[in-house]
Nanobody
């Protein structure tokens, strides 16, 4: 059974940093993309970053501020978020899919993905 579990959310002031972690089990870790998405109420879920093998992909809003990385020993994919802004406030989800990788390269929900973790709330105060 594939399971993804996100953690690390919290409250931070604008300009601060947070590190999210996605624990992955039941999936051959290096073979599939693992991505981070976020959603605020009333808006569509949007891609933030994705890692596929040794390649990383970022949304425009994340480039230069966020870094996605993989820890093969811990089977986790982490999202280091720096210089946080109030508009980064959202519930963050990690996700994966075994049927393709176009979604990861585009860092977008091109189609429904197979696996989602429960979200973790990030709140950035101004």
């Amino acid at each position: 059974e594939v399971q993804l579990q996100a953690s690390g959310g919290g409250l931070v002031q604008a300009g601060g940093s947070l590190r999210l972690s996605c624990a992955v089990s039941g999936l051959t870790f290096n073979d599939y993309g693992i991505g981070w998405f976020r959603q605020v109420p009333g808006k569509e879920r949007e891609g933030v970053a994705c890692i596929l093998g040794s390649n990383t992909y970022y949304s425009d809003s994340a480039k230069g501020r966020f870094t996605i990385s993989r820890d093969n020993d811990r089977n986790t994919v982490d999202l280091q978020m720096n210089r946080l802004r109030p508009e980064d406030t959202a519930v963050y989800y990690c996700a994966s899919d075994t049927d393709g990788d176009a979604w990861c390269k585009a860092t977008a929900l091109l189609y429904p993905l197979d696996y989602w973790g429960k979200g973790t709330l990030v709140t950035v105060s101004s």
